[in-house]
């Protein structure tokens, strides 16, 4: 082929999703070719929201330590391919970047934080939320979450993943918990060393919901209107 760049610009928009996966992780070992492809490719996205294919090269890219791809990120992406949108001021560039460096655990605690500044100063004084609380989260701050886990964990992670495996076992706690690495053979996994903090957990391990006061919490959550609301 003439054009290496042109090729491989040419596959990466016209593959499947599962070829575009595959193809981005590999692109990094083609060098600079492969990184000049991934740009060109992630700069195409821009208008587009944000998806598993976009999120991946984003993140390969952010995981390249080349000064040019720094500046390209820089410059076009400053707050990363989600985003980072709040109907009360909150600000979610932190968790962008916990997310993105995989830094879960400190992702994880982050997103209780916020959860109770949504909840008010009562919960944020408290450290914990009651189911009540939850129902009247803005839509867009739980879509916003929930996007950043989603995207940054190759569909692995978020209330999102969690809610279609809950409404999978019929609302069926007791199922759910085994499968999402919360519980196996009956004890509780413990917080926070018993969880698995990177990509090898089960899916749907992530974001944590203590259960010490009852599901009321996570039930509430899971069944926000956030989850069967379309936005414009
Ligand atoms: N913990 O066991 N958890 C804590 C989980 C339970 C307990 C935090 C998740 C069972 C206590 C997070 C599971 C239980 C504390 C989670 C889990 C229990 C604590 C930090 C599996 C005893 C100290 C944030 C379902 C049998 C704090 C927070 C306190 C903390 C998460 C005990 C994220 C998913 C029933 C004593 N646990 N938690 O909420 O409130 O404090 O006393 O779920």
Request: glycine share 6%.
């Amino acid at each position: 082929v003439g054009n290496p760049m042109a090729e491989l610009m040419h596959q990466l928009r016209t593959s499947s999703e599962k070829k575009q996966l595959q193809l981005i992780a590999e692109l990094p070992s083609l060098g600079e070719t492969g990184l000049d492809a991934l740009m060109e490719f992630l700069k195409e996205q821009q208008s587009t929201p944000a998806n598993l294919v976009i999120g991946l090269a984003y993140q390969t890219l952010y995981q390249t330590n080349t000064p040019n791809v720094k500046a390209f990120l820089q410059s076009h992406f400053p707050t990363g391919v989600v985003p980072l949108k709040s109907e009360v001021g909150i600000d979610y560039l932190p968790l962008q970047q916990q997310l993105v460096q995989a830094d879960f655990l400190a992702a994880d605690r982050f997103t209780l934080e916020k959860l109770c500044e949504l909840a008010g100063p009562a919960a944020s004084g408290r450290k914990w939320l009651y189911f009540s609380e939850v129902e009247n989260f803005p839509i867009t701050d739980l879509q916003t979450i929930n996007t950043l886990w989603f995207i940054h964990s190759q569909g692995k992670f978020g209330f999102t993943v969690q809610r279609e495996l809950w409404l999978s076992m019929g609302k069926n706690w007791e199922k759910l918990w085994p499968k999402i690495g919360w519980k196996t053979e009956n004890n509780w996994t413990r917080y926070p060393n018993g969880f698995t903090w990177d990509l090898s957990a089960p899916k749907g391990h992530l974001p944590l919901s203590n259960q010490l006061r009852g599901v009321r919490v996570i039930a509430s959550l899971l069944s926000h209107p956030a989850w069967t609301t379309t936005n414009k």
